[in-house]
């Protein structure tokens, strides 16, 4: 079993940045894929972006390419996502994912989630 703590959530005016961390416990012994999701006020919950099981390959939403960016440490089991140029559709809440296929895209783990708010 995989355990994901997710920090860094909270209020940002648009254009400005916020970075969320996760950290991994657990059964880190094991390489797994991992990523993010957000969910935002009555909507499905969506992909935002991820790192492959293997490699250093990063990949993202359209929403978010050229704003966002993901980096992982595994020496730490940590991944992190960077947003910048924040926009008000931004807000949701966001979850850390780990899943043990190639790609996140279908998560085995979910962290509890951490809330980003975007004023305008």
């Known amino acids: 079993h995989v355990q994901l703590v997710e920090s860094g959530g909270g209020l940002v005016q648009a254009g400005g940045s916020l970075r969320l961390s996760c950290a991994a416990s657990g059964r880190t012994g094991s390489s797994y894929a991992m990523g993010w999701f957000r969910q935002a006020p009555g909507k499905e919950r969506e992909f935002v972006g991820g790192t492959m099981r293997t490699g250093s390959s990063t990949y993202y939403a359209d929403s978010v390419k050229g704003r966002f960016t993901i980096s992982r440490d595994n020496a730490k089991n940590t991944v992190a996502l960077q947003m910048n140029s924040l926009k008000p559709e931004d807000t949701a809440v966001y979850y850390c994912?780990?899943?043990?296929?190639?790609?996140?895209?279908?998560?085995?783990?979910w962290g509890q989630g951490t809330q980003v708010t975007v004023s305008s």
């Open positions: 994912a780990a899943s043990f296929r190639l790609d996140v895209y279908t998560p085995d783990y």
